[in-house]
């Protein structure tokens, strides 16, 4: 399955054909429909949709809910007429409308300004244009724009997952450099502790320590290898790395169980610092969390 990114963008128009005097319909005009989209924890959808097109605002959010699991979306409509529409030709029934109601309002208020020519055309443009139906292309339109964002989705997503399995191969190459430095180090920090031990009993360098100070030199010295071995944490980080890199192979809606997985490599690495006896391990440490945070920007734009 493709991974899909959460940013995108795409816009798509719709012309009608222009018409002639002789007939009856509304003037040529153009819909323009555009689609953006950003990364957003949950679908978040917004549209902004002139008035004419308020109507068919349920119909898109259906259509995009069927589509989108995540990201911040935002639809965008416009409305453009043809330049025949610019000097409309007022129907005789308008202009007795229209010198009705001035009547009427210069009876309330003689000082009114007359309508001018410009006025009746203005008028008479906004009546024409308001009564084209665009029932018949809006969702179309919205589907041909809608696959077209989700194409630049897929793209993005494909070079978003590539992005992760280098960094995930890098880790793996650290982790296997930690691996042999853990036996070498718990024994190194062991006779460490141990020599601390008889310089703090005051023995001389020939002088064994009696049985029972040795037996709790020991338990102190293995209690301090388990503290200071991360053998642990190298296993769940392989494991991790394995689920991850079976996650982006796989496809589909990841992007959630990815952030997620992040959380947990991030904290392993912490723990392999706060753990580290030895300067090349806090090293390995520092570049796993510097790896692991460019790994979370990424899978972050991830639906």
């Known amino acids: ?8 963008y795409a816009s798509a128009q719709h012309s009608t054909a222009a018409v002639t005097e002789s007939e009856n319909k509304p003037p040529p005009g153009q819909l323009g429909l ?9 679908l978040d959808l917004s549209f902004r949709l002139p008035e004419d097109l308020r109507q068919y605002e349920p119909a898109l959010r259906d259509l995009l809910l069927g ?32 010198n009705a109601v001035q009547d009427n309002v210069k009876a309330w208020l003689p000082t009114a300004i007359p309508l001018s020519v410009a006025d009746v055309i203005r008028l008479s443009s906004a009546e024409q244009s308001g009564t084209r139906d665009w029932g018949a292309c809006v969702l179309p339109l919205a589907n041909k724009t809608l696959k077209a964002l989700l194409d630049a989705r897929q793209r993005e997503g494909a070079r ?31 006779q460490k502790f141990l020599a601390r031990w008889k310089d703090a009993m005051a023995l001389t360098d020939g002088a064994t320590l009696p049985e029972a100070a040795q037996d709790r030199a020991l338990t102190e010295a293995t209690a301090f290898a388990i503290r200071i071995d991360v053998a642990e944490e190298i296993t769940r980080l392989g494991s991790h790395l394995d689920e991850l890199d079976r996650l982006i192979q796989k496809g589909g809606e990841i992007g959630k169980r990815l952030d997620f997985l992040i959380q947990e490599l991030h904290r392993e690495a912490n723990t392999l610092g706060s753990k580290s006896a030895a300067l090349e391990l806090t090293h390995i440490s520092v570049d796993m969390k510097v790896l692991i ?11």
């Open 293 to 303: 945070e460019q790994m979370r920007e990424q899978v972050q734009n991830i639906e």
């Open 34 to 42: 555009e689609i953006r989209s950003v990364n957003s924890r949950f």
């Open 67 to 98: 589509k989108l699991k995540r990201g911040k979306v935002e639809v965008r409509a416009s409305i453009e007429m043809g330049a025949a529409s610019s000097i409309a030709d007022p129907s005789p029934r308008m202009l007795q409308r229209l």
């Open 160 to 190: 978003l997952s590539g992005m992760p399995l280098d960094h995930i191969a890098q880790l793996r190459t650290l982790a296997q450099q930690a691996v042999p430095l853990i036996p070498q180090l718990v024994e190194q920090n062991c």
């Open 1 to 8: 399955m493709p991974v899909y990114s959460m940013t995108g």
